[in-house]
């Protein structure tokens, strides 16, 4: 009974360092893959910073004025491409919404109209966050809070209300207020790498003020090396008005890669804890049988059996052992895929790689095991194993 314990305990092992190695190697594949997503803007070469006027004390009035000499200074700067603003930043849960009434929607019965992620933001934000501009154009600086409202959507947003029709020049009731869209973007990733395309539309900052807002502004090079001049920049107007969030893009999206790299850290520790323990429980029920078996492989290297052929017979009741708990390892390893789904990005629950590698490291590192104390069995005396008996 005890022997049966301890091969039903290393089965348990295997199978379980099976599931965990495949969950690790779809989040290293996902982790792997998150840089090739396509975000809808560009984060290379662009930083960004954050400033409150409003906590600052300033006015309307002279908040619009210092955004706007803000933004002809950091323009003027060597090697500034583009520079705007915005009240969100992509990927930072900092997203808004507001409920909105596209033209020709009708809102379900016993239903309240759609709440959509928006952001109120200034003309050359779309270039400076490099956001493909798809049809129609952006925010002029005519579009001020004296100009009918206007508005830029997304294709999603497109797709879902005006589908298979042209957005520019439709309508749509946000607040107290009937904007006129006048451009069609790409979409952005708002919250998660992993989301579907989610609509959203975007407001002309100068007719929804804010005081409180992000600096985005795309270099032509390294954008750390922009980083001091534009804080130095901000302090020449304002000495006492703080800048946070000063950070090139790349830096600012690490949030969005953190579930996937917290996942990738946890299970790849569990995964190597799991595999230590199938090799060592390998190992030891290999030796134990090698131990308890010395008169029986002393007999029979005595009647003439090759070293071979007793390392041959131990080898195949480890690797029974390993092919049991692999089998159960992969549907252990196709559970935990489905729980881990939401933070594999581009990455299938039954991707190939992932459970091909994880076989093959578990049993080359189970060959391993099995193997050592096998070949020591072949050193076995067959004259010194029979006396001992």
């Known amino acids: 009974r005890s022997g049966r314990a301890r091969r039903l305990l290393v089965i348990g092992q295997i199978a379980l360092s099976m599931a965990l190695l495949v969950g690790a190697g779809l989040v290293v594949r996902s982790l792997l893959n998150a840089g090739d997503i396509d975000l809808g ?16 004390g300033y006015e309307e009035a002279e908040g619009r004025q210092f955004q706007d000499e803000l933004r002809e200074r950091l323009g003027a700067l060597p090697g500034v491409r583009a520079v705007g603003l915005g009240l969100t930043i992509p990927l930072n849960f900092s997203m808004s919404q507001n409920w909105i009434i596209p033209e020709d929607y009708e809102i379900p019965e016993g239903r309240q109209a759609p709440a959509i992620e928006t952001s109120a933001v200034s003309e050359d934000y779309f270039a400076a966050m490099g956001i493909p501009v798809l049809k129609g154009r952006t925010f002029q600086a005519s579009d001020n809070e004296d100009a009918p409202p206007v508005i830029v959507v997304n294709e999603a947003f497109a797709n879902r209300f005006w589908s298979g029709e042209d957005p520019i020049g439709k309508t749509a009731i946000s607040g107290d207020r009937e904007y006129e869209v006048v451009g069609l973007v790409a979409t952005v990733k708002h919250m998660t790498l ?24 795309r270099t032509d090079d390294d954008p750390a090396a922009m980083l001091a001049t534009v804080r130095n920049e901000i302090r020449a107007m304002d000495p006492a008005l703080p800048v946070a969030d000063l950070q090139i893009m790349r830096d600012a999206l690490g949030i969005a890669m953190l579930p996937v790299r917290l996942a990738t850290m946890v299970v790849a520790g569990f995964a190597t804890v799991a595999l230590a323990l199938a090799a060592i429980g390998l190992y030891g029920v290999i030796a134990f049988w090698v131990s308890r078996s010395k008169h029986e492989i002393g007999v029979r290297m005595a009647l003439g059996a ?54 093959i490291l578990l049993t080359a590192v189970a060959l391993l095991a099995i193997y050592l104390p096998s070949r020591k069995a072949t050193k076995v005396d067959p004259v010194i194993a029979l006396r001992q008996e």
Not at 198 to 203: A, G, H, V
Not at 204 to 215: C, E, H, P
Request: proline share 4%; net charge negative; no cysteine.
């Open 306 to 359: 090759r070293a071979v052929d007793v390392m041959t017979e131990l080898m195949r009741r480890g690797l029974v052992l390993t092919a049991i708990g692999l089998g159960l390892g992969l549907v252990g390893g196709l559970a935990l895929s489905t729980l881990m789904s939401a933070v594999l990005y581009d990455v299938s629950t039954l991707d190939t790689i992932a459970y091909f590698g994880a076989a």
């Open 194 to 217: 992993g989301e579907p395309p989610l609509p959203n539309f975007y407001r002309a900052l100068r007719q929804d003020y804010s005081g409180s807002v992000y600096i985005h502004v």
């Open 41 to 56: 803007f560009e984060p290379d070469n662009a930083l960004l910073a954050s400033v409150d006027l409003d906590m600052k």
